[in-house]
């Protein structure tokens, strides 16, 4: 099974932009549905996106259609998160997951179908 590993989070000012990576190790990245799930302080884990195996369908949580675009490069193992027009409320620890169960429309919505997850990575969005 891969491991995961996020980077690119930092701090930005409200209207910036970041771009998350989730390196995949192994060598069937592409059997996995990916997701991105953010955890603000104080509050549970909450989806952000999915992505299907090979990248052509794609599901976002309402509050980041149109800022945030998810893609995913599997010659390179590796998932993103495009976030703009960040606001002080994107402001968590975005986790990528990982999963090889079945899920309609190809996409995994909510916590539960993904059973690997990386460590985290803290996005910070000034005021």
């Known amino acids: 099974q891969v491991q995961l590993v996020e980077s690119g989070g930092g701090l930005v000012q409200a209207g910036g932009s970041l771009r998350l990576s989730c390196a995949a190790s192994?060598?069937?990245?592409?059997?996995?549905?990916m997701g991105w799930f953010r955890q603000a302080p104080g509050k549970e884990r909450a989806f952000v996106a999915s992505i299907s195996r090979g990248g052509s369908l794609t599901t976002y949580a309402d509050s980041e259609k149109g800022r945030f675009t998810i893609f995913r490069d599997n010659a390179k193992n590796t998932l993103y998160l495009q976030m703009n027009s960040l606001t002080p409320e994107d402001t968590a620890v975005y986790y990528c997951?990982?999963?090889?169960?079945?899920?309609?429309?190809?996409?995994?919505?909510?916590?539960?179908?993904?059973?690997?997850w990386g460590q985290g990575t803290q996005v910070t969005v000034s005021s």
């Open positions: 192994g060598r069937t990245f592409s059997n996995y549905i």
């Open positions: 997951a990982a999963t090889t169960m079945f899920c309609p429309g190809g996409t995994c919505q909510g916590r539960s179908p993904y059973n690997l």
